[in-house]
């Protein structure tokens, strides 16, 4: 006889108030969509630069005006009120609309480009500015991609402005999608350079040591292509270690890369989605590890087809490649990855498919400073940490044993201790030693000596 | 040889018991409760009403988690123990036996007899049931009152703050929490309700709740005679042992029930664990009934030893303690009274945005330091259990406080500030 509904016993009668320049900020943003609504359609073909103005500029100042009239009215703090008896973040219909409406956005730019050549069109003046041609599926794509981490990012810097790990990290990876993954590609190109995105390395941009990618850079005239195939094995094989070593694997994905960029900055509203059951965590770790020898296969076998001319494989290293394109790049990590966010969570591809991350991971697991430690007997149990962690790791079952947090997936985020209402967590780099703590008991009881590990 | 121990209970006490049972033994474990099937964290009651958590995720194990290691619960009201016939009686009419009994009962909230605390919409905060009820209480309301400036008091106010209902909060004391906190805290916490714009009545109490004809609250009136209009009443004046079934057991109770220095009652086989054991004789520094989270989960842990192993006395280290005040965070490690005793001596520091502060309380001859109260940062429990522990002085942990941070990355640190203003003290005095 459980007689505790759980989920859907509290509900929230009050709406939020939303006052006038709210309400304004907000009905900008929705003007904005329905101006690219209006140039998908093909209305006001002839006046691109007006339509691509108004839609972005509207996009931008909307979101600002909005995020500033919410967010510096109130006090510094943790600001998660609401979030599981809003529809929008807590798997409402407004999700699922959302949800959808994502997901058919990621469907129609990989699979019918077609569909979106008059919003493309209006991107062209832009695109001539920067790159120096006419605007492409991908130049749209990354230019809403980075328009939404501005803009959601300027609100996850005022909402965690109380915390300075936050509003650092949060200007870091807004930096790096705005100019290394969006205006440093577009000016190479203006060069007449190779299309490079510097903060991108093998195996998350798996194609970036594939044969065919090193031998284009290689041979593209001028010292630039060599550099770069230089600068991506550096990375992936000096810096990486190294950095992840000294600061975990959050050096990358929660300080540089633009997926987990888009993730703690639009996702924001819907961290609080990830699942946190122990059978998550073994699909998780099936899935994510699949992936990553689905790779590193593929690349091999490139390899070793390119040495070979291909005597050996013939077709099969490109179906292999073109299989992991297929499933992985555009249906794992776009549609999926990003058009669930509402409904999944933020960090589903970063959990359960980048090579990547799995790697740095096993890293972070086995050999790095990093750890999340606790604050000796403090914890109450409350479960925020585990609530708001993205990766669903389930961090209160650590921190109410005293123990210290070691996780591959952990990407370092910092929100755990953000969150929590009784200081316990903290993100540190220290000694190797003692860093996996099996502490016998909490601090705060003399009475026993006990091992904690049920 | 196999037992049947019952606990009465599935609080932190009850569960954190039964699970160093099953860690240290195959004894068989029933987990006796009529709140909610599965072990909840209390504390957090308050963050699935604003929404930041579903009651499910306030649940710190699996449901699958009980079965998997042999813990029987049961989601039924215990109405009265028979220690002679080692029996407990379900409000289903049916006994069970037990070998060994822990009672886990935990508390209930404090009445103080107010005429009309009966209404609707009048209530207190302490179970699953009353948070249900508060959300049925609160539904499109604009004004409500709580009597009793504790930190459930506090609690409740920021739940409604949430909702955007106006609260005032009556409060005895002079300031907020004076009882527990130092003036200069008690004010600094006081300005930061007030912020909020909850309208903080000190030195106030309840005379009389008064109902409409529908038998709903409709106001309150004062001591000093005011009557203010409000459609919920949060009475958070305390919690007392919840024992009322124990009466006729003749199990030894007195505000809660009384159990020596094992944990164990008057009766062989019976024990008390958590908000509900009160000790018969005071272990030093402590009280004698410790109503918060973590001492029921030592007091567990201390019992399943002595159930399980050999006997074990409770031997708690040095008190600590944290709550969130709104926004501020509070931790206390150590004792820190509301007033220095005369062999104390005190170092305050307190930041200029009036969020952040620490006390340091030391001995006035040997510059022993015996307890710190932070406020809006964050210090290291281990390091300053050593200090305790190790009978610092002020000046070693003046000089050392940076190990003691624990502060997030890139945040600004204070302890140098702290030290310079510890040394220009020490001058001018
Ligand atoms: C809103 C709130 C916030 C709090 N916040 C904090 C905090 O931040 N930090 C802190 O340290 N402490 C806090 N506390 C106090 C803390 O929650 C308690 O000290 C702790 O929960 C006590 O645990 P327990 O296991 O002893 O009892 P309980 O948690 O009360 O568990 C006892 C259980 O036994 C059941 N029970 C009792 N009698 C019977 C019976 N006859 N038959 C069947 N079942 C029965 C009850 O229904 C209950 O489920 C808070 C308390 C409240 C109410
Ligand atoms: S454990 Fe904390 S830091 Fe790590 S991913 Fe989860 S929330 Fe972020
Ligand atoms: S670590 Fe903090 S947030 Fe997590 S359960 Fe403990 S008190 Fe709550």
Not at chain 1, 10 to 28: A, C, R
Not at chain 1, 91 to 115: C, D, E, K, N, S
Request: hydrophobic share 40%; net charge positive.
């Amino acid at each position: 006889m459980d007689n505790t509904n759980p989920s859907l016993s509290i509900s929230n009668p009050h709406p939020e108030h939303t006052d006038w320049m709210q309400k304004s900020g907000l009905v900008l943003v929705l003007s904005g969509l329905s101006v690219l609504f209006l140039a998908f359609i093909g209305i006001a073909k002839q006046a691109p630069l007006i339509l691509f103005v108004l839609s972005f500029g509207m996009l931008l100042s909307g979101s600002v005006i909005y995020t500033i009239r919410t967010y510096l009215t109130v006090h510094e703090g943790v600001k998660n009120n609401h979030n599981f008896s809003r529809s929008l973040t807590s798997r409402g219909v407004l999700a699922w609309m959302l949800g959808i409406l994502i997901t058919l956005f990621y469907i129609i730019i990989y699979w019918y480009p077609q569909l979106l050549q008059n919003v493309i069109s209006i991107m062209n003046p832009f695109s001539n500015l920067l790159r120096g041609r006419p605007a492409d599926r991908w130049f749209l794509y990354g230019s809403l991609y980075t328009t939404a981490v501005l803009a959601m990012g300027f609100k996850a810097l005022l909402k965690y402005r109380y915390s300075n790990y936050q509003r650092i990290r949060t200007s870091s990876v807004i930096f790096f999608q705005l100019a290394f993954s969006f205006l440093i590609p577009g000016l190479l190109q203006l060069f007449n350079q190779p299309e490079f995105y510097f903060s991108y390395f093998w195996p998350l941009k798996y194609d970036y040591l594939f044969p065919s990618t090193v031998h284009s850079l290689i041979n593209h005239p001028g010292g630039m292509g060599v550099f770069m195939v230089f600068w991506g094995a550096a990375i992936t094989f000096i810096a990486t270690p190294i950095l992840t070593y000294f600061f975990g694997k959050r050096w990358y994905c929660s300080w540089v890369c633009g997926c987990g960029g888009l993730a703690n900055t639009a996702g924001d509203p819907f961290r609080q989605l990830s699942d946190k059951s122990i059978k998550a965590w073994k699909i998780e770790r099936w899935s994510v590890y699949s992936v990553l020898v689905f790779i590193i296969i593929t690349t091999i076998l490139l390899w070793i087809n390119s040495i070979t001319n291909g005597s050996i494989f013939g077709e099969l290293s490109q179906n292999f490649a073109k299989a992991y394109g297929f499933f992985i790049g555009a249906i794992f990590s776009g549609v999926i990855g990003v058009g669930f966010y509402p409904i999944m969570g933020t960090r589903v591809w970063c959990r359960f498919g980048c090579p990547m991350a799995a790697i740095l991971g096993i890293q972070q697991k086995f050999f790095s400073r990093f750890r999340i430690t606790t604050n000796g007997g403090q914890c109450i149990s409350c479960g925020n940490c585990s609530t708001y962690c993205e990766m669903g790791i389930d961090v209160r079952s650590y921190a109410q044993k005293g123990q210290n947090i070691v996780r591959a997936s952990c990407v370092g985020c910092g929100i755990c201790a953000t969150v929590c209402p009784r200081g316990v967590l903290k993100l540190e780099n220290g000694s190797v030693q003692n860093r996996v703590s099996n502490q016998p008991i909490l601090i705060g009881n003399n009475s026993v000596r006990l091992n904690e590990q049920l | 040889m196999q037992q049947h121990i019952v606990i009465i209970g599935n609080g932190i006490s009850g569960i954190t018991c039964a699970r160093n049972i099953r860690k240290l033994s195959d004894h068989r474990i029933t987990v006796i409760s009529a709140e909610t099937k599965h072990f909840f964290s209390r504390t957090a009651l308050m963050y699935v009403y604003m929404g930041h958590m579903r009651f499910e995720d306030i649940k710190p194990y699996e449901d699958g988690f009980w079965e998997k290691n042999r813990i029987e619960l049961m989601h039924q009201h215990v109405i009265g123990v028979d220690p002679i016939a080692k029996t407990v009686l379900l409000a289903n009419s049916s006994r069970l036996t037990f070998d060994k009994l822990v009672i886990a009962s935990g508390s209930v909230s404090a009445r103080f007899d107010w005429p009309g605390q009966n209404l609707k919409g009048v209530q207190s905060l302490y179970s699953f049931q009353d948070l249900e009820l508060m959300n049925e209480n609160t539904k499109d309301i604009k004004q409500a009152v709580i009597v009793g400036g504790g930190l459930i008091g506090i609690e409740m106010a920021e739940m409604l703050h949430s909702r955007q209902i106006g609260v005032t909060m009556l409060v005895r004391e002079k300031k907020f929490w004076d009882t527990v906190l130092p003036t200069q805290e008690a004010s600094m916490i006081g300005d930061h309700i007030r912020e909020y714009k909850i309208d903080l009545r000190q030195e106030e109490e309840l005379l009389e709740i008064n109902g409409d004809e529908n038998g709903k609250v409709k106001s309150v009136t004062t001591k000093n005679g005011e009557e203010i209009a409000c459609q919920f009443v949060g009475l958070t004046v305390g919690v007392k042992p919840n024992i009322a079934f124990l009466r006729e057991s003749g199990i030894e109770t007195d505000k809660g029930v009384l159990v020596n220095e094992f944990l164990q009652t008057n009766v062989q086989d019976v024990f008390a664990i958590g908000d509900c054991a009160q000790f018969k004789t005071l272990l030093k520094g402590r009280k004698a009934i410790e109503q918060v989270w973590y001492t029921g989960r030592m007091q567990a842990e201390t019992l399943a030893n002595t159930l399980c192993k050999q006997p074990v006395t409770y031997n708690p280290g040095n008190w600590f303690n944290s709550a969130k005040f709104f926004d501020i965070e509070y931790q206390t490690y150590g004792i820190v009274l509301n007033k220095a005793l005369e062999n104390e001596e005190v170092f305050y520091w307190k930041h200029n945005s009036n969020k952040r502060s620490l006390r340091i309380v030391f001995m006035n001859d040997t510059k022993v330091v015996t307890g710190f109260n932070v406020f809006g940062m964050r210090l290291r429990h281990e390091i300053c259990d050593k200090w305790l522990n190790e009978k610092s002085t002020v000046d070693q942990v003046i000089a050392n406080l940076q190990e003691a941070v624990f502060d997030p990355e890139f945040y600004k640190s204070y302890y140098k500030e702290i030290a310079h203003a510890y040394h220009s003290k020490l001058i001018t005095t």
